[in-house]
Nanobody, 115 residues
Framework: QVQLVESGGGLVQPGGSLRLSCASS????????MAWYRQAPGKQRDLVAT???????SYADSVKGRFTISRDNANQMLYLHMNELNPEDTAVYYC?????????WGQGTQVTLPS
């Protein structure tokens, strides 16, 4: 059974950095792609960054140049390195993995910046 567990969220000051982690219960090469999404209060869940099995990455315009998605295949981990955080980055961040027609989600980790 696929399980994704996020960690690393918290309260951070504007301009600060955080690294989110997502631990997978299965070999991440089994996934076609992995991604980070976020959902701010009262808003829809939006795609933040994606990494394919081949290592190709893509980012939402709002985080391009500030966030970096990466993975550690040996340890079955996905990361989101976030720099230059601002209040608009406040959200619950979710790890996502796609395998064929299946879509897996973690429980989310909260990132909060004071406005």
């Amino acid at each position: 059974q696929v399980q994704l567990v996020e960690s690393g969220g918290g309260l951070v000051q504007p301009g600060g950095s955080l690294r989110l982690s997502c631990a997978s219960s299965v070999n991440i090469f089994d996934f076609d792609s992995m991604a980070w999404y976020r959902q701010a209060p009262g808003k829809q869940r939006d795609l933040v960054a994606t990494i394919t099995v081949g290592g190709t990455t893509s980012y939402a315009d709002s985080v391009k140049g500030r966030f970096t998605i990466s993975r550690d295949n040996a340890n079955q981990m996905l990361y989101l390195h976030m720099n230059e955080l601002n209040p608009e980055d406040t959200a619950v961040y979710y790890c996502n993995a796609k395998m064929c027609r299946y879509n897996y989600w973690g429980q989310g980790t909260q990132v909060t910046l004071p406005s």
